[in-house]
């Protein structure tokens, strides 16, 4: 990922309601190639705070999130270490929990900065001034925000943060909630920012210049969060599995899909957006019944011949005994409605793994786009296959 990629992914995650991953670890960091990290600090949106408080066990093979406690060695230096269940005490280097903040503020002022101007807070955490800009004959007041996809971002962005008519607005995100004012310019930052000569530059005259028109149904991942647009208002959330599975969905509604083809998607067997008519159809699998036909005519051909010798001698303990263990089993492999129970399948595994994490998905919607998340409650089945059919046609973008 180039420096600019990164930066992007950075802001749409300042951008979540709620300070959700506001914060960026030394593990993240050492990802980055030196040249990414040096490019991303010059603007400003990266500033270092106190050090993490939890941190994964490295000794562990499945890791595991563990608080930091410190302890003063012989010469009375503090070593951070944590306890591991396993492991017992195990020391962490200081250096891997090191961690930065996500500083919108200092991020407006280096905008402002490179146009030669001064940034002004507006809106705690919410909205910047970064001064103005000459188009042409006109002189374009520029803001920075951040939240215009929250579901308060129409009202906050009418009444609390009045902004100047005609101003271009710059939104952390790459869509916006409806309803805003329009009487500005609302643009995604994204689009004003380049990469020249491993320097991330600022302009807002190229952006403004561009023009084109956002679908107002699409569903689209941007790194390690998605994008997401319903009935014209857009939010944010995490990466989640099941978000794939309902992008593949939404690619091609109507269509049934078998769990295998989409976790063959999200194992990267198939490429993602991939035409369904080149697949071929995956086998569904038949489970194996916990009892036979055979079996279980036996069990109930001794039943039989129990119950009728109960009710002409009585049956001796070890009889009564062998009648309880024989019901047990045959309940035991009788599901709902007395359909024979099966043994689950890889094929019933994935199945049930697909659908729990569509649900799941389907939850993290919730909160930020309701509409969306009802909407897809309704229309996307999870059965023996999953299809998204809704009632109306709806073109997605994905």
Not at 197 to 222: H, K, M, W
Not at 293 to 300: I, K, Q
Not at 368 to 378: F, I, K, S, Y
Request: with cysteine; aromatic share 6%.
């Amino acid at each position: 990922m180039t420096a600019l990629d990164v930066l992007i992914e950075l802001l749409q995650r300042a951008d979540l309601r709620g300070g959700e991953l506001k914060y960026v670890g030394h593990v993240e960091v050492s990802h980055w190639l030196s040249e990414v990290f040096e490019c991303i600090d010059t603007t400003g949106l990266l500033s270092v705070t106190s050090d993490a408080e939890l941190t994964f066990c490295h000794e562990c093979l499945e890791p595991h999130l563990e608080q930091v406690v410190y302890t003063t060695d012989a010469a009375g230096a503090s070593l951070p270490a944590i306890r591991c269940p396993t492991h017992g005490r195990v020391f962490i280097d200081r250096a891997d929990l090191k961690r930065w903040r996500l500083d919108l503020g200092a991020f407006a002022g280096a905008l402002a900065w490179s146009l030669g101007g001064k940034t002004r807070e507006l809106l705690q955490g919410r909205c910047w001034s970064l001064g103005s800009l000459a188009l042409g004959q006109a002189v374009v007041s520029l803001y920075l925000v951040r939240g215009a996809s929250w579901p308060d971002g129409p009202e906050t962005f009418e009444t609390t943060c009045r902004l100047s008519t005609g101003a271009a607005v710059f939104h952390l995100g790459l869509q916006t909630a409806g309803r805003l004012p329009t009487t500005v310019r609302w643009t995604p930052l994204s689009e004003a920012l380049r990469l020249e000569a491993n320097q991330i530059v600022f302009r807002p005259d190229l952006a403004l210049a561009s023009t084109g028109r956002l679908s107002e149904y699409s569903i689209r991942r941007t790194g390690k969060l998605w994008q997401l647009t319903f009935a014209g208002e857009s939010g944010m959330v995490p990466d989640r599995l099941g978000l794939s599975y309902i992008s593949q969905l939404l690619t091609y509604p109507r269509r049934d899909f078998d769990a295998l083809e989409l976790s063959a998607v999200e194992a990267s067997l198939l490429p993602g957006g991939v035409n369904p008519e080149d697949m071929t159809e995956s086998s569904s699998g038949t489970d194996d019944e916990i009892m036979d036909d055979e079996y279980r005519t036996s069990v109930l051909a001794r039943l039989g011949a129990l119950d009728a010798k109960k009710s002409q001698h009585g049956l001796t303990a070890e009889e009564a005994q062998e009648g309880d263990v024989l019901r047990q089993q045959l309940t035991a492999s009788l599901a709902i409605g007395g359909r024979p129970r099966r043994f689950p399948t890889e094929t019933g595994n994935v199945r049930i793994r697909v659908s729990q994490a569509i649900r799941r998905a389907i939850e993290v919607i919730r909160p930020v786009l309701p509409g969306m998340a009802e909407h897809l409650e309704t229309f996307v089945s999870t059965g023996s296959t999953l299809c998204y059919a809704p009632d109306d046609p709806v073109s997605w973008q994905t």
